[in-house]
């Protein structure tokens, strides 16, 4: 058929359906094959029946943004304006909750509040500042530590009877300094107001200690020299001692081990930012985790997570908190949150978990799932998830997340386990039947 025959080509394309379509993309035509079919009617050709080559589609990947976003809490939420900055030096009283979790300076806390206890502090404080406090625990045997919540977003009615839903961010860290007395004497009440005192942002800087004092040169003044500067603080110390504290030689050799254990996680290079970010990824206890939120000198905190990592990176895997049951590589950590792979979500009974999101489980790990898969609540949209369960003790380890619809979208599946159901240590169980101690039918004795 020359040139001066081809007087139009048409393309059929509506017989392709809502599944062929891939989300109405755009398909580049080098990816489209069509079965010829001559008509013999002024000499005209028609293309027909087009076969989409799917495996040339790009994948998408999920909007992490979607996550922090907590859209489970509906749209009809009211923003609230404006930011309370405690002030450093000065006691203060606030409401607070000890909800066993760590909430961490910048991250998002979503609740759906059920319970009278919790909707009165919620209640209190917005109609104040909006500012709460969170603790894990009241600790019986040291200072107890936490920090304040700010919400952000709230139920436009806050005295429905409805589930009060509300949106907060973690901001200063504090220490509660009420008398113990004094705050088992509130547990009676509805709402617990405690006295606390912010816990300072300190971080000490070695350069300029090592410009002015330590430098050798810097050691011999002249005498108008030696007058100026003659209240300066000198020593005779040399210079490997002072790099065992300096914040950026500590970031760093922490911030090595990071990248070497988690390959899917983005590192700060801030050495503040670093040393929360550690504190967000699984690997230490939820009691260590609120010693080090305690810690004022960023340096100090720095420190102590080397030294917890270094006994503890030995494991390089999540166990069962209950049985010791080896749940998957600490490698498999991966973010679906600008947040970290760490995150706070809650579900629509109420119940807040700590979930840490991993890629896969152990190979020879046969779960359990319960449940047909469900998109309701779903923290992560365009996922839906069933109940996974530990094989050794039936346990509740957390999610499986599976794509509903978009097949392009990316990753296709992943996990998110709860905090208080896994471990990076093990956990020693003796059985009752070993030691003469008089329990309830059924309950085993834990010693650590």
């Known amino acids: 058929m020359s040139d001066s025959d081809r007087e139009e080509i048409s393309i059929n394309t509506s017989n392709m359906s809502d599944s062929d379509d891939h989300e109405h993309e755009e398909i580049s035509p080098n990816i489209i094959r069509y079965e010829l079919e001559t008509v013999l009617h002024r000499n005209t050709v028609i293309y027909t029946n087009p076969v989409v080559c799917v495996s040339k589609l790009r994948l998408t990947s999920y909007d992490q943004n979607l996550t922090t976003a907590h859209q489970y809490l509906g749209n009809r939420l009211r923003e609230a304006t404006g930011r309370t900055v405690y002030e450093e030096g000065v006691i203060h009283v606030l409401p607070i909750l ?11 806390l979503p609740i759906i509040a059920h319970s009278p206890n919790i909707k009165l502090v919620l209640k209190y404080a917005i109609n104040r500042n909006r500012s709460f406090g969170v603790c894990y625990q009241y600790n019986l045997k040291g200072p107890t530590f936490g920090t304040i919540a700010e919400v952000y977003e709230h139920t436009a009615d806050i005295e429905t009877s ?7 961010m973690g901001h200063q860290r504090f220490e509660i300094v009420e008398a113990r007395e004094t705050l088992e004497s509130q547990q009676s009440s509805d ?18 200690f090592n410009k002015l004092c330590l430098h050798p040169n810097k050691r011999h003044l002249n005498h108008r020299e030696m007058c100026r500067k003659r209240d300066m603080w000198q020593t005779q110390w040399p210079d490997w001692v002072y790099k065992q504290f300096d914040v950026y030689k500590l970031a760093s050799q922490l911030s090595k081990k990071l990248k070497m254990m988690y390959k899917n996680v983005k590192i700060s290079d801030d050495p503040f930012l670093l040393s929360f970010q550690v504190l967000r990824l699984g690997m230490f206890s939820q009691e260590d985790v609120s010693e080090l939120l305690g810690i004022e000198s960023t340096n100090t905190r720095l420190q102590h997570e080397i030294t917890l990592w270094d ?18 590589d600490m490698s498999n950590v991966f973010p679906m949150s600008p947040e970290g792979p760490q995150g706070t979500y809650c579900n629509s009974l ?5 979930m840490i999101t991993v890629t896969e489980l152990e190979e020879d790990l046969h779960e359990i799932t319960v449940g047909i898969p469900s998109n309701e609540c779903s923290w992560f949209p365009g996922y839906v998830w069933t109940i996974i369960l530990c094989p050794g003790c039936h346990n509740h380890l957390g999610w499986r997340y599976m794509v509903e619809k978009n097949p392009l979208l990316s990753p296709k599946e992943f996990y998110g386990l709860t905090l208080s159901s896994i471990s990076s240590f093990e956990n020693y169980f003796v059985p009752v039947r070993d030691r003469h101690v008089d ?3 059924g309950e085993m004795l834990v010693t650590f």
Request: hydrophobic share 40%.
């Open 162 to 168: 409805e589930p009060l839903q509300v949106k907060a």
């Open 350 to 354: 109420g119940k807040i978990h700590d």
């Open 311 to 328: 006994k503890l990176q030995k494991m390089q895997k999540f166990l069962c908190n209950h049985c010791n049951t080896p749940i998957c």
């Open 439 to 441: 329990l309830d039918d």
């Open 191 to 208: 709402l617990i107001l405690v006295k606390i005192r912010i816990i300072p942002d300190t971080t000490l800087f070695m350069n300029s």
């Open 98 to 108: 000890f909800l066993k979790l760590n909430l961490m300076p910048g991250q998002i």
